[in-house]
């Protein structure tokens, strides 16, 4: 399968044009140097202040809120930081809890590069470090879980825990036989033409996220959140900067492939849909930590914080406590 890994690439992207084609907050009183406020336009969460910083040459929109113990939520492709609303509360009650929009998401600025995950990781340790803290535990679901493992990987002694949710990470072990399974074109779907295929139709292409990855449509991302995503993305030029994150993964894998020289021994959660990445992510991580617990999520496929979240907010709510 990976002999004729360029031939499959391109057939996957051509197959991909054709697919396509055919489908035709509250005012924050933080004074920190790097760090402007601003009152928040929709979707506030009681108790949580809303800010950008300048860090690591982007400019990152986030929320916290909470008092105690540090905690950081990394959203994934076709989300921004909104995704976390439903368990921002539940956390805040015992932890300080940022959510940020990944560079390229959401409010956060888009730059031309640095999307690699390594790079993404070190946007957030910058993050943390403008605001004063110093240990947190690290929480990602899709791109954001693998922003999670490249941050805990690179500052280890920075890191109290690590939950990862649904996908894979690059690089380790069997991944290419992700990579390129055919049913996942869209890793390979970047560039001037998709980028023109997708504009004025973006909610059209974040359906198929949305609905070939859940287990039951009906419980997948709402029809509001949907609205928003995809307004979200389709603004500033936020398609290309989401194309970038699957444009990085040749440089991801080879980098999480070297981080993962070390193990680390913090403790890992891992939840997967068993509709979705089943047992492979968990046996991933078994990989790249000692100390893994892993849970498949029933009946769930990828979209997890959506699907199942009366498993997986207790879920995550305990391990970190």
Known sequence: MIVAKTAIVQVGRFLALIAFAAAGCHQNSLHHSGISSRTARTNSVPGFNDAFANVNGV????????????????????????????????????????????????????????????????????????????RAAIVGHDIGLMVAYAYAAQFPQATERVVLMDAFLPGIGDWK??????????????????????????????????????ADNNKSVSEADRNLYSMAYARDDGMRAGFEYFRAFEQDARDLAALATK???????????????????????????????????????????????QTVIPAIVDFLK
């Open 59 to 134: 400019r990152l929109h986030y929320r916290i809120g909470g008092k105690g113990s540090a905690v950081v939520l990394l959203h994934g492709y076709t989300e921004t930081g909104h995704m976390w609303n439903p368990i921002m509360p539940l956390l805040a009650e015992h932890h300080t809890v940022i959510v940020p929009d990944l560079r390229g998401a959401g409010e956060s600025s888009r730059p031309e590069s640095g999307y690699d995950k390594k790079n993404m990781a070190v946007d957030i340790h910058a993050l943390l470090a403008l605001l004063g803290i110093d």
């Open 263 to 309: 193990k680390l021994d913090m403790p890992f959660l891992v939840l997967t849909g068993e509709k979705a990445s089943g047992t492979f992510l968990i046996d991933q991580a078994k990989l790249v930590a000692t100390n893994v617990t892993g849970t498949v999520v029933k009946g769930s496929g990828h979209w997890l914080m959506e699907e199942s979240p």
């Open 177 to 214: 036989n992700v990579w390129l399974m055919r049913d996942l074109w869209h890793f390979h779907f970047y560039g001037e033409t998709p980028l023109a295929l997708v504009k004025g139709r973006e909610r059209i292409y974040f359906e198929h996220f949305w609905n070939d990855f859940a």
